[in-house]
């Protein structure tokens, strides 16, 4: 490949990135009354909430390594990742739904015991009660394409809902329960939460119940629901957080470093999550201390000569899910913004 092909290939690329971040930002911009009003009414569920929950490790972290070769860095087929990386959708909830599920069950039971779900999916007649006012839609629900049958934004938030619950509930996922499937009205009312392990192999799903401390376990900060963060990453940011709180409690380690085999085989994250870190150290949630051998994208310089991987490490910022995340993503977002524009720039000039 000619040097020519190579600037061509980086030129596209930037072309490409440098649309979708300009669309995040309109669309953050769009949604932020939306994302403040939902975080809101999940603030005012209980004044004195927890400022953690409990997340069984299952959810993120698979014990077990799949039989399969991590060396080309991808993402494992879905049936070997664990529930979190199984959940990753660009325009899906089902991640967040249930992230909210797991938090709003913190708010009325204790540990070991199993939360009541009394809360509807949507209350028609009182606003601000219903499922669908706790999760924020991921696009503006008020436009869209043609369709042949009007539809509230109240309905569509309900469709949206309602997706995320089929997901979650799938047979192969079994992160949610549905008493009421089958029947023709109601069906995805009072829905039960499950194990956060999801689907056991040769046994029938496990209840959720609230973890206890003896139960292995992460913590994610109350903050990350509180301050709109939830509705403002993506899955794939979600995911890679999620990833550095797991490993970094369970090392005991300030700074987090993941040897690839484990980020790819007991994480389920790939190359393209993995490119999540990029703007999470922009929104000030994470620090990054690159190795100079490897690159921004993870691989290794001079890879087939090196006999030991180079591993950026990253280190949580404490206090970033601390502040408002709209304003944060938005300036975040602009900055890598700034550096893909400054690359088109240079590549022009070339």
Known sequence: MTFQDLLRRLVILNIKTRNQLQARVAR????????ERATRTLANLKTNSPSEIR????????ADAPPIDPSDRRAPAPIHRPPATRLISPTGSSLRLYLLALYEAHLHARPGQRPSNRRPVISYDAPGHGWVDLLAPRSNLTTGGPTNVAMSTADKKKRRIVSALKALAKDDIQLVHL???????DTYEHFQLLHEAGLQAHADPVPYTIPSRRDDHFTLPAALFLNGWIH??????????MMLIHWREMTQTFQVKIPSDIRV???GIGKETYEAHRLLTRFGLVELEADPNRRSDGTVVNHKDADWNPLHQFRITASGLENPAVEMAIKGIQKELRGVIEVLRLADLS
Do not use: M, W
Request: aromatic letters at 12%; hydrophobic letters at 40%; glycine letters at 6%.
């Open 179 to 185: 008493p009421n499937q089958g029947k023709r009205v």
């Open 28 to 35: 953050l911009r769009n949604l932020e009354p939306t994302i």
């Open 232 to 241: 403002v990453l993506e899955d794939s940011e979600l995911a890679f957080l």
């Open 55 to 62: 997340i069984r490790s299952g959810f993120v972290y698979q």
């Open 265 to 267: 085989l007991h994480y």
